[in-house]
């Protein structure tokens, strides 16, 4: 399995991003038959997406944006939105307010992710996790959003999604990696995943919508 994690950086300079700890710690480790490659993704609105976007084309199995959020589980994200709106500047002071992220791109991206089956297993390796509804309209829904819709643009089915680890200000420690990617590749790995059935059918729901504007 190709497995390509992206850690986003914090806003805050004076705060280590747990995310960056996450996927880097992730990498790290050696998983016999899989391959790990992590990039780091800064916290500026103009570059936020360049690492991904220059290795995203790669014939990755499966792609995870891990980001914080401030919550009391792991946040599997369903959908990324697009529009950018926040309260709060990045690292070089740009705030972006109301804006479209892709003026050709759908109104949002699901999940390629089985959101489901990780939020269970994730919770059985001692982590709380849980489907999350909203991903916001900051940074992180920004890359992932961006990261769906290239994989849209290129045809390309990957299990790809946004993970957002609890803002906690704690240490990502080798022992919670190991759990964490025994987890990832036991879900993610297309050789042995089994089908999520309460998943999203993408084609599917691409044809539903399809029907639905036509009708309109």
């Known amino acids: 399995m190709n497995l390509l994690l992206a850690g986003l950086e914090t806003i805050d300079a004076s705060s280590q991003s747990l995310a960056c700890q996450c996927v880097t710690r992730c990498a790290s480790l050696e998983f016999e038959g899989h391959h790990v490659k992590s990039v780091e993704l800064p916290a500026r609105w103009d570059d936020c997406f360049h690492p991904l976007e220059s290795v995203i084309s790669q014939p990755w199995d499966a792609i995870l944006i891990l980001s914080e959020k401030v919550s009391d589980s792991i946040a599997i994200e369903r959908i990324a939105i697009n529009e950018t709106d926040v309260s709060q500047k990045d690292a070089v002071g740009r705030r972006p307010r109301g804006k479209t992220i892709e003026a050709s791109g759908d109104p949002g991206y699901w999940t390629t992710l089985p959101y489901r089956e990780l939020a269970s297993k994730l919770t059985a390796a001692k982590f709380t996790a849980i489907p999350s509804h909203s991903a916001g309209m900051a940074l992180a829904n920004y890359a992932c959003y961006r990261?769906?819709?290239?994989?849209?643009?290129?045809?390309?089915?990957?299990?790809?999604?946004?993970?957002?680890?609890?803002?906690?200000?704690?240490?990502?420690?080798?022992?919670?990696?190991?759990?964490?990617?025994?987890?990832?590749?036991?879900?993610?790995?297309?050789?042995?995943?089994s089908q999520d059935k309460l998943g999203f059918d993408l084609p599917r729901a691409a044809d539903r919508l399809g029907a639905n504007r036509s009708i309109r």
């Open 147 to 193: 990261m769906m819709h290239a994989l849209v643009q290129q045809k390309r089915h990957v299990c790809a999604g946004l993970l957002q680890l609890p803002f906690s200000g704690s240490v990502f420690s080798e022992e919670e990696a190991k759990r964490f990617m025994a987890v990832l590749l036991q879900s993610l790995d297309p050789q042995s995943v």
